[in-house]
């Protein structure tokens, strides 16, 4: 299953390592690390917000009047705000990034290999869509309970 030869992966080692030093001997700067980015459309991104949002208002929603549910509400998302801000930061240091493959109509390469944007969104967003069916339903649950009180 995992076939890996070791001598292989010196042999490649070695060579770099030259190539580097050989590099650096006449002047000429290695070449730069590739920096794929976050290779995810802008739409997954705002698929995932989304989701949260979707949680965070059926959570609201269900807690009535409680001030102190909803302070811990409003924590709460403060705190994914500043997950996907700092996340929106970082990604613009680099630059403005290549565009996804998955835009392009070619697979995201993963570390067990290729996967299409179907596997690829499914993957990212099984959790936050789950978590937002998670708000909807506590929200219907005390619905039907104050309704039936």
């Not at 060579?15 to 590739?34: F, H, I, K, N, T």
């Not at 920096?35 to 991104?45: E, H, T, Y």
């Not at 509400?73 to 970082?90: D, E, K, P, Q």
């Not at 499914?122 to 649950?141: D, K, R, T």
């Amino acid at each position: 299953m995992f076939d890996f030869n070791l001598h292989q992966a010196e042999q490649v080692e070695h060579e770099v390592l030259a190539q580097d030093v050989a590099c650096s001997e006449v002047g000429v700067s290695p070449l730069p690390e590739a920096k794929p980015g976050f290779q995810f459309p802008p739409r997954v991104w705002g698929l995932m917000l989304a989701s949260y949002a979707v949680f965070f208002v059926a959570i609201f929603a269900a807690t009535g009047g409680s001030g102190h549910a909803r302070f811990a509400i409003v924590i709460s998302v403060l705190y994914t705000a500043m997950f996907f801000g700092v996340a929106r930061i970082g990604a613009g240091i680099g630059g403005p990034e290549r565009l996804s493959p998955l835009d392009r109509g070619q697979p995201l390469q993963t570390w067990t290999g290729p996967m299409d944007s179907r596997s690829a969104y499914a993957q990212v967003l099984v959790v936050p869509m789950v978590i937002a069916l998670f708000g909807i339903g506590i929200a219907a649950i005390i619905a039907v309970i104050d309704f039936t009180a």
